[in-house]
């Protein structure tokens, strides 16, 4: 079922039938281009308030019959400082949770006097790498395992026991999440720079907020065109491009390129198992023309790099500049590999892991597709 409002004037009302939630509506602001007001099913209605910033102030939303209200502040860099969720009409807040920022990236929130600071992956990285829970003295450590876009997918502790895991749907909205029953904390570090409000489902991304429900931001972009003509759009592809302020996209490091063209091959192979699999693919010139080419290992025989090598490695005319592996090569292969090629990249380790985390990136890229 698809609910429009349309009797708030001025507004536009646009139903958004996503293929996982053909029951969602949303409804927007003209000439504003923000979203006012969000109907799931029949039984969620959400409103959306915004001060004069144009930043979202406060959440209204009434679910199974009960209110609630989600209240936000922001500093005068315009960076979140406080969520205080209140319900029905007690006047202190259920819950408050605090924000401290390291420029523009989430340093440290603080839940009910629990402080949880964030390390990444390198200085000015958005990828989480470890959060580290508790007082000085008495810390807890808990680790990251992320996607090839840094999308976080499991949290362990320093035992590698798992604490907290999700699956995602394309665009990045949550799927059998699950969280430990002894872990107080939840997990809530999306896609690169996003933080998801458990209460509404919105990701906050420092400069708006992104709806995972239809992969767009539910407010236009604070820079323009600049960040692109699509004033609300994410990225192209999800899994290859980030954003973690809000602006503008960014390509990740091992999304373009070599790993470009072995994610397209599979694609366009429909092949999304990483069992016994693994693509490589070699740019190489070739009478001053640079080339791109890629294979896949024969299970059983040659490896991906191999069938590669002992196709351009022995050519006169062919000068090889890079080799990328989706996996890390084998021993035997990886000192082949840096014998004949000045440049060899790869996204995911040589082991059970690695498999493992490759599997989980072709599962999101197939949800996107399909």
Not at 104 to 133: F, K
Not at 147 to 172: K, R, V
Not at 269 to 290: D, M, P, R, S, V
């Amino acid at each position: 079922m698809v609910f429009i409002n349309t009797s708030i004037p001025p507004v536009t009302a646009s139903s958004v039938a996503s293929r996982s939630r053909p029951w969602l509506a949303i409804t927007t602001s003209a000439p504003l281009g923000r979203l006012c007001e969000k109907r799931i099913g029949s039984n969620w209605v959400q409103y959306f308030e915004y001060d004069a910033e144009q930043r979202l102030v406060c959440v209204e939303q009434y679910r199974s019959g009960e209110r609630e209200r989600v209240v936000f502040a922001y500093d005068p860099l315009g960076r979140r400082i406080s969520k205080e969720v209140y319900q029905r009409e007690y006047p202190e807040p259920r819950r408050r949770v605090l924000f401290h920022w390291q420029g523009l990236r989430l340093l440290q929130e603080v839940q009910s006097g629990l402080a949880s600071l964030y390390v990444y992956a390198t200085p000015d990285s958005y990828e989480p790498l470890a959060r580290i829970d508790g007082k000085l003295g008495s810390e807890t450590t808990h680790y990251f395992h992320s996607n090839l876009a840094g999308l976080p997918e499991q949290l362990t502790d320093s035992s590698g026991n798992a604490i907290w895991q999700t699956d995602y749907h394309g665009w990045g909205r949550k799927h059998d999440e699950w969280n430990c029953k002894k872990q107080a904390r939840e997990q809530n570090l999306r896609y690169q720079g996003q933080y998801i409000d458990q209460e509404t489902g919105l990701h906050y991304n420092a400069s708006r907020y992104y709806d995972p429900d239809i992969g767009r931001f539910t407010q236009k972009d604070t820079i323009g065109i600049g960040g692109g003509i699509n004033l609300t759009a994410y990225a192209p592809n999800p899994l290859t491009y980030t954003d973690p302020l809000g602006l503008a996209v960014e390509q990740i490091p091992y999304g373009d390129g070599l790993s470009q063209s072995v994610i397209n091959q599979r694609i366009i192979e429909g092949n999304f198992n990483a069992a016994k699999t693994n693509y490589a693919a070699i740019k190489y010139t070739l009478n001053g023309k640079e080339n791109i080419e890629v294979m896949r290992n024969t299970p059983g025989g040659l490896h991906s790099e191999e069938k590669l090598l002992a196709k351009y490695a022995n050519r006169s005319e062919v000068t090889i500049n890079e080799i990328y592996s989706e996996r890390r090569p084998c021993p035997g292969c990886n000192s082949l590999v840096n014998r004949h090629s000045p440049k060899n990249t790869f996204t995911f380790q040589y082991s059970t892991s690695g498999r493992s985390a490759l599997q989980s990136a072709l599962s999101n890229i197939k949800k996107t597709i399909c």
